[in-house]
T-cell receptor, first 113, second 111 residues
Framework: GAGVSQSPSNKVTEKGKDVELRCDPI?????LYWYRQRLGQGLEFLIY????????KSGLPSDRFSAERTGESVSTLTIQRTQQEDSAVYLC???????????FGPGTRLLVL | AQKVTQAQTEISVVEKEDVTLDCVYE???????LFWYKQPPSGELVFLIR??????QNEISGRYSWNFQKSTSSFNFTITASQVVDSAVYFC????????FGAGTTVTVRA
């Protein structure tokens, strides 16, 4: 795979349901990031993983949000008990290291009804 | 604390006009990186350029050029002879201890 991939590309869910968003980083990239982009707005940092270090969760907006990463591969962002304000595009990015350029996936468009 | 400000929310031009996007940043760190990303209507963020804080040389890549001025904490981006395909949202970003994005500037190029 040449780039960062994310699935699903679109997700519609009902308020109160849990959702899982998946990110496959570029092979060899040790750092992985999640961002949220609300309609017409900039990117909001959520969380990043760097190798085996403890993740930086400082951007997670509430305890309904969590993320996991298996080694230096796939990551899953979970939103529990979704709210309408969670509707946004969730972008994943990866890089060789935390100081290196981040390359972004196409995003998952989440709509909470 | 760090911050990126893109004062221009929207810019609309006619094809072949030049467009300059402003970016002003704040950071207390002496070592940092600056980036520009393009987000076309398809939504995917495309990396355009990265510049470290010790390299103030301006850069030109085809119709794109960047002017980094540390004295004014600015990293402006110019598209020369704009084309319709340049229509997108452009984000400036700063990385010191974390990556912070500006709010973006929407560029619309009309034929």
């Amino acid at each position: 795979g040449a780039g960062v991939s994310q699935s699903p590309s679109n997700k519609v869910t009902e308020k109160g349901k849990d959702v899982e968003l998946r990110c496959d980083p570029i092979s060899g990239h040790t750092a992985l990031y999640w961002y949220r982009q609300r309609l017409g707005q900039g990117l909001e940092f959520l969380i990043y993983f760097q190798g085996n270090s403890a993740p930086d969760k400082s951007g997670l907006p509430s305890d309904r949000f969590s993320a996991e990463r298996t080694g230096e591969s796939v990551s899953t962002l979970t939103i529990q008990r979704t709210q309408q304000e969670d509707s946004a595009v969730y972008l994943c990015a990866s890089s060789y290291g935390i100081q290196e350029t981040q390359y972004f996936g196409p995003g998952t468009r989440l709509l909470v009804l | 604390a760090q911050k990126v400000t893109q004062a221009q929310t929207e810019i609309s031009v006619v094809e072949k006009e030049d467009v300059t996007l402003d970016c002003v940043y704040e950071t207390r760190d002496t070592t940092y990186y600056l980036f520009w990303y393009k987000q076309p209507p398809s939504g995917e963020l495309v990396f355009l350029i990265r510049r470290n804080s010790f390299d103030e040389q301006n850069e030109i890549s085809g119709r794109y050029s960047w002017n980094f001025q540390k004295s004014t904490s600015s990293f402006n981006f110019t598209i020369t002879a704009s084309q319709v395909v340049d229509s997108a949202v452009y984000f400036c970003a700063l990385r010191s201890y974390k990556l912070s994005f500006g709010a973006g500037t929407t560029v619309t190029v009309r034929a």
